[in-house]
């Protein structure tokens, strides 16, 4: 592999671990807003509506992790195998809190939400790993 590719795969895996890492800022934020309010049939009125767009947004941005997630995975294929199966378990705690979040909305159980938070901060702490490896050019 040139020193180019190498370079480029670089930056396309920074990007995409940059991205989530920011997203899922933005998911933490977004679900904590939807927590303090309620879910959207706990609501009347505005509040009702508000907690809608901002449930809303936080499925918006969940997608989003699931795009970024694939775009990383495919970015590190370039990569040696510790920093491309980190990539596929950080993409894995993407997916699999993606789906605590659907049954957290489908069911209204607390222990659903509360295996989001633990996906969150598992997919947090991989994405930040892979990110400072990333900066460091340590691939």
Do not use: C
């Amino acid at each position: 592999m040139t020193t180019q590719s190498v370079s480029r795969a670089n930056a396309q895996l920074q990007k995409a671990a940059r991205g989530v890492v920011m997203m899922l800022a933005i998911e933490f934020l977004l679900g904590m807003a939807v927590n303090f309010i309620g879910l959207p049939d706990e609501a009347t009125g505005s509040v009702k509506v508000v907690t809608g767009i901002l449930l809303g947004l936080h499925i918006l941005v969940g997608i989003g992790l699931l795009v970024s997630a694939i775009m990383a995975t495919r970015a590190s294929r370039s990569f040696d195998g510790s920093l491309r199966n980190l990539v596929r378990f950080g993409g894995a705690g993407i997916g699999i809190t993606f789906v605590f979040g659907v049954l957290t909305v489908a069911t209204g159980s607390d222990w659903w939400s509360y295996l989001m938070g633990v996906g969150f901060i598992g997919s947090l702490l991989i994405y930040g790993k892979i990110l400072l490896r990333v900066r460091t050019n340590v691939a």
